[in-house]
């Protein structure tokens, strides 16, 4: 008997080691997209070394953005994903801007392409990152 209650014990504890291993490799969950609703300004490094605000209202549906862009030489629609805390919004202007960044409460940092320039944006004392904030 006490060969059999050895291997019944073995086996157990060969069974809390298999399943230990099976749910250390399960994919890690997902969190939940950042919240980006709001009124957001933004301090925009511009290619000619000019600094300009430039201004999204935002809603959210999920992961998917909407709302309204107002820069100082155009305005329009803006759509965009947020995936955890990786923001990118498109404006529907004729110079098309993409905003680039990531989500750190009410504060936002990345890049901002155009059609004809890279840049960056940032907050009042930036150092060559982008950087905005939320306003409402």
């Not at 298999?18 to 997209?33: F, L, N, T, Y």
């Not at 600094?51 to 309204?68: A, E, P, V």
């Not at 990531?102 to 890279?118: A, E, L």
């Amino acid at each position: 008997m006490k060969i059999h209650n050895h291997v019944v014990a073995c086996c157990l504890l060969l069974m809390s080691f298999c399943q230990v291993a099976i749910s250390a490799q399960q994919a890690p969950q997902e969190h939940p997209p950042a919240n980006v609703t709001g009124k957001w300004t933004l301090y925009c490094n511009d290619p000619n070394g000019s600094t300009s605000s430039k201004y999204l209202d935002l809603t959210q549906d999920g992961t998917n953005i909407k709302g309204h862009f107002k820069g100082p030489n155009q305005s329009g629609g803006v759509e965009g994903t947020i995936n955890e805390r990786h923001l990118v919004v498109r404006t529907k202007t004729k110079e098309v801007l993409v905003f680039r960044g990531r989500i750190d409460g009410p504060i936002v940092g990345g890049v901002v392409q155009g059609n004809t320039f890279t840049g960056t944006f940032h907050d009042r004392g930036g150092n060559g990152t982008f950087k905005g904030q939320r306003t409402q």
